[in-house]
């Protein structure tokens, strides 16, 4: 079983910072990509970043500049670094991963980790 665990959501005020991380875990061949996804209330979930291997990271209109998505030595952990986070960025954000696994290549999602940026 592939497991996906997030951490590191919170609240916090507008202009601040946060850091979620996003850890792989089970019996897998390779990562293909990782990324994180967001879903605001009453609105559908849109990509908020996503890094392939050996690729450039690429970043939703909305949050560039401001996030950078990065995973380490091509690790099974993910991370998402939010500087300069406004009220709009509140969502719960979800990561994913495209793995390659016996008996075939799928995609698993987190359970999500719930970002709030409020005064």
């Known amino acids: 079983q592939v497991q996906l665990v997030e951490s590191g959501g919170g609240l916090v005020q507008p202009g601040g910072s946060l850091r979620l991380s996003c850890a792989v875990s089970g019996s897998i061949f390779s990562i293909n990509a990782m990324g994180w996804y967001r879903q605001a209330p009453g609105k559908q979930r849109e990509l908020v970043a996503t890094?392939?291997?050996?690729?450039?990271?690429n970043y939703a209109d909305s949050v560039k500049g401001r996030f950078t998505i990065s995973r380490v030595n091509a690790g099974n952990t993910v991370y998402l670094q939010m500087n300069s986070l406004k009220p709009e960025d509140t969502a719960v954000y979800y990561c994913?991963?495209?793995?390659?696994?016996?008996?075939?290549?799928?995609?698993?999602w987190g359970q999500g980790t719930q970002v709030t940026v409020s005064s």
């Open positions: 994913n991963a495209d793995v390659e696994r016996w008996p075939r290549r799928n995609v698993y």
């Open positions: 890094l392939t291997n050996g690729g450039s990271p």
